[in-house]
């Protein structure tokens, strides 16, 4: 089994920064892809972002393209999520998924998945 742990979310008036970070625990050599989703308060959950085992592989939601990039160190067991330029509508709880057994946008398809960080962003 692997454990995911979310860190780094908080309160930032629009316009600011937060990097998000997911570390890893467990039987960590096992992972591959990892990536976020987001659940704003009355919205269903959506993908935000992937990345595959060696970094070379990503995928954006359109809303968060140019603004956000994700990275990992596997060296650290850590993935992390900057998230530049942000809107009131970030706002949501923030949640670190890895090893999807089919689409990377179907949040039930993944193997392990975090307890999620809350983002807010004042406007």
């Known amino acids: 089994q692997v454990q995911l742990v979310e860190s780094g979310g908080g309160l930032v008036q629009a316009g600011g920064s937060l990097r998000l970070s997911c570390a890893a625990s467990?039987?960590?050599?096992?992972?591959?892809?990892m990536g976020w989703f987001r659940q704003a308060p009355g919205k269903e959950r959506e993908f935000v972002v992937s990345?595959?085992?060696?970094?070379?592989?990503?995928a954006y939601a359109d809303s968060v393209k140019g603004r956000f990039t994700i990275s990992r160190d596997n060296a650290k067991n850590t993935g992390y999520l900057q998230m530049n330029s942000l809107k009131p509508e970030d706002t949501a709880v923030y949640y670190c998924?890895?090893?999807?057994?089919?689409?990377?946008?179907?949040?039930?398809?993944?193997?392990?998945r975090g307890q999620g960080t809350q983002v807010t962003v004042s406007s």
């Open positions: 998924v890895a090893n999807p057994r089919g689409l990377v946008g179907d949040y039930g398809r993944y193997t392990y």
């Open positions: 990345i595959g085992w060696s970094g070379g592989s990503t």
């Open positions: 467990g039987r960590t050599k096992s992972l591959l892809s």
